[in-house]
């Protein structure tokens, strides 16, 4: 079965921009979670979307935000871009969420803010 | 917030020696997962400890879960150059919202 689809796989963008992310996860999937990878924090939760609704948050600024969508599909968006924001964003999907399942990855976005 | 502290940061080894990489967590948890991430790859996910003491073994990779359910290790068996790459411990705490939180991991390296 196909795995969790993360487009677009690169990405340039310029201080102060927009960006959005997508998330396809694993059929039959309904929680999705975002990660931030960098070689120095490691990985950074984000937020985790069951159902449409978001049900954790990590502690990011308000510029990160996402969404859910009914089919599960996600998104997430990052405003007013910093060059601190240039890292590798992970998308997980999981049958139910943290509370019995593992997760499986996509292959992920490279944010690049310049 | 839940904060899971994983040694060491990297570990060189020469091939056929043992690996074990410690985690510790600042709140009990109620599960447990390992994850491997190849250089230049995602995360996969290994295995889920969910039981005090639960001890589950993949070949030859062996995981604990500790008593008090806020340790955990992963012992690498006789390595080898496939077992190359970083391995996460992530631990959820339930009911809070801090998701599945992440050890910063260890890399393995080893020489041949």
């Known amino acids: 079965k196909a795995g969790v689809t993360q487009t677009p796989r690169y990405l340039i963008k310029t201080r102060g921009q927009q960006v959005t992310l997508s998330c396809s996860p694993i059929?039959?999937?309904?929680?999705v979670s975002w990660y931030q990878q960098t070689p120095g924090q490691g990985l950074q939760f984000l937020f985790e979307y069951f159902s449409e609704t978001q049900r954790n948050k990590g502690n990011f600024p308000g510029r990160f935000s996402g969404r859910q969508f009914s089919n599960s599909r996600s998104e997430m968006n990052v405003s007013t871009l910093e060059l601190g924001d240039s890292a590798l964003y992970l998308c997980a999907s999981s049958l139910a969420g943290t509370e019995g399942y593992g997760y499986t990855f996509g292959s992920g976005t490279r944010l690049t803010v310049v | 917030g839940q904060q899971v502290m994983q040694i060491p940061q990297y570990q060189h080894v020469q091939e056929g020696e043992d690996f074990t990489t410690y985690c510790n967590s600042s709140t009990t948890l109620s599960n447990i997962q390992w994850y491997k991430q190849r250089p230049g790859g995602h995360p996969v996910f290994l295995i889920q400890?969910?039981?005090?003491?639960e001890v589950k073994k993949q070949k030859r990779l062996t995981f604990q879960f500790g008593e008090a359910k806020k340790n955990s290790s992963l012992h690498i068996t006789a390595t080898q150059t496939t077992d190359v790459g970083t391995y996460f411990c992530a631990g959820y705490s339930g009911g809070g919202a801090d998701g599945l939180t992440f050890g910063k991991g260890t890399h393995l390296i080893i020489q041949p």
């Open positions: 059929s039959g999937h309904r929680s």
């Open positions: 400890l969910v039981k005090s003491g």
